[in-house]
């Protein structure tokens, strides 16, 4: 109700009160009979009714009036059922063809009251955390000046609010584990939970709704002494307090600057957390992070003396340069031969290569991401020169006949045959040995000399290996080489049943055990009786 009609029904009730007739109050006032009429019947209904602020100050609701789109209403709900996002002015045209002379906005009016709402957002909850209970960690997304992509992590400390945040240019599981450890020392200590989003690095997969957490990740957890915890997906506000202050870094470090480098965005960064986010008074604790964190660091537990190793382990064939490829780069791998197997072990700043026996055989500055440097740089007047053929032809032989005829084959055939020879040894990086001897034999039974044709049969008729199966087929291969020259002869599982049973082997057998000089014998066997049970004879151990 307006002011003014609030005044005029104050005049009408109160000249009614003393005495005044209609006629006189509309005379006076200057309205007529009528609206003297409805204004004390409204007051004597509110006053036996009750009052309403509500009502008070939104009036009376209109009653609603007839429409054109009124007969066209079983239309509109059955184009909205069908077509949950279509547009006014599609419907609009629809409704013309149907007869409908009237505008477009009320058909966007009707549209708007008939289409389902999306569902409401749930409302935000102010969880309260004690001190070292938890902290949140989430990736985000950002540019450079030159557009190139770098990523923020971010780790709260959800008592305190106390942030840490550095780019990166990559979000792969050994950056997050050395950020996080960064986050860590920043803070001072480790809090006994930290909530994660379905970030790679963290979790594998979903399984009936729960999260299958990475192998690498919970062994990480375990070194920190922190528990994993999972938000549900497609949950923000469950982690809000790590989600909330990206909105303020954009709010406030990228507003008006302009970041050309990862270093020169980090130093900026690092001034940023120390001069302004962590020290401003917070909207919700109503105190700065950097105060609340001198109550929670005490709560915190201490940092591991040495930190977890984050390298990144790869098992990588050297090519017929003396190359191996790692991370998108090439790393020299003398005095390793061409074809052999060697491990990369790459922390953040230093790239190593190591032998089977695990001896390191060379170790070189790690370069960027994806660069397609040579590290190091080969002579500027010429390319890396390639490894003798003889290198090539020796791997193949060592592989085995049919492997070591397919060589030669192709190496008559082929006029750049160690490029192919190479290629098809770099093959063991992905299939096993024994899947590329039965691809060489096919590919040769069908004269098919190259790389790409033993390529295709693997892809038709092996599996890929995994990393650990590479591994594990090196540490068999080593202990195999290891064993060779040992005298013991492994038993058949014949001898275990027999000596289990109490029967004894045949005549034949004793024989070939009498002569066999790598068998071990008992002395009581030798003397040809059992071994003693009473006085004077040994316990068995």
């Known amino acids: 109700m307006s002011e003014a009609r609030q005044r005029l029904v104050y005049e009408v009730v109160s000249r009614a009160g003393h005495g005044q007739g209609v006629r006189a109050i509309a005379r006076q006032l200057g309205i007529a009979r009528k609206t003297v009429r409805s204004i004390l019947r409204e007051h004597a209904a509110r006053r036996e009714q009750g009052d309403d602020a509500l009502a008070r100050e939104l009036g009376r609701p209109r009653a609603p009036r007839a429409s054109k789109l009124d007969a066209f209403d079983g239309v509109i709900r059955e184009f909205v059922e ?3 996002d279509i547009r006014a002015t599609r419907l609009h045209e629809e409704l013309v063809e149907r007869g409908f002379d009237g505008g477009y906005t009320i058909v966007r009016e009707r549209l708007e009251a008939v289409r389902p709402k999306p569902q409401a957002q749930r409302p935000a ?61 920043y803070h001072g200590g480790v ?14 997969r979903w399984e009936l709704g729960e999260p299958v957490l990475n192998a690498r990740a919970v062994d990480f957890a375990a070194y920190h002494g922190f528990e994993v915890h999972v938000a549900p997906r497609a949950d923000g506000p469950y982690k809000g307090k790590v989600e909330r202050p990206f909105r303020y870094l954009e709010e406030s470090f990228f507003n008006a600057r302009t970041l050309r480098t990862l270093e020169e965005a980090n130093e900026t960064l690092a001034w940023w957390l120390e001069h ?44 017929e340069y003396g190359y191996v490829h790692f991370d998108g780069n090439r790393y020299l791998a003398t005095p390793a031969k061409v074809g052999s197997w060697v491990y990369v072990r790459a922390g953040e700043h230093v790239v190593e290569l190591l032998g089977p026996s695990v001896v390191r055989l060379a170790s070189h500055p790690r370069a960027g991401r994806g660069e397609g440097r040579w ?49 098809i040894l ?28 033993v390529e295709r049969v693997l892809r038709a008729r092996a599996a890929p290996r995994t990393l650990s199966d590479r591994m594990a087929q090196s540490s068999r291969d080593q202990i195999r080489a290891a064993l060779s020259g040992s005298p013991v002869r492994q038993r058949e599982l014949a001898e275990y049943s027999r000596l289990l049973s ?28 059992e071994p003693s049970r009473g006085g004077g004879g040994t316990e068995p151990h």
Not at 152 to 178: E, H, K
Request: aromatic share 8%; glycine share 4%.
């Open 125 to 185: 909850q102010v969880v309260r955390t004690d001190p070292g209970v938890q902290g949140q960690a989430d990736w985000s997304p950002y540019k450079l000046e030159d557009d190139t992509a770098i990523y923020a992590l971010s780790c709260v400390l959800s008592f305190s609010r106390y942030q840490s945040v550095r780019f990166t240019t990559d979000m792969r599981q050994p950056t997050l584990f050395r950020e996080l450890r960064r986050a860590f020392e």
């Open 502 to 529: 109490g029967s004894l082997p045949a005549k034949g057998a004793q024989e070939d055990r009498a002569h066999d000089p790598t068998e071990a014998h008992d002395p009581q066997d030798r003397a040809g009786k």
């Open 375 to 423: 590290v190091p740089e080969p002579d500027v007047d010429r390319a890396p020169a390639r490894r003798r053929i003889g290198e090539l032809l020796e791997r193949f032989a060592a592989l085995g006949q049919v492997a070591e005829r397919y060589a030669v084959a192709l190496r008559e055939r082929k006029r750049l045959a160690g490029v192919e020879l190479a290629r």
């Open 82 to 84: 069908r077509y949950p």
């Open 276 to 319: 302004r986010a962590n020290v401003r008074t917070h909207s919700i604790t109503r105190r700065r992070p950097v105060d609340l964190l001198a109550d929670e660091r005490p709560a915190l537990k201490p940092l591991p003396p040495h930190p977890y190793d984050d390298r990144e382990i790869a098992y990588r064939l050297v090519d």
């Open 426 to 453: 770099a093959l063991q990086e992905t299939y096993s040995a024994d899947d590329l001897l039965k691809a060489l034999e096919h590919a040769g039974r069908y004269a098919a000399y190259g790389a790409d044709a």
């Open 191 to 204: 809090a006994e939970q930290y909530v994660f989003d379905s970030m790679p690095g963290i979790v594998d």
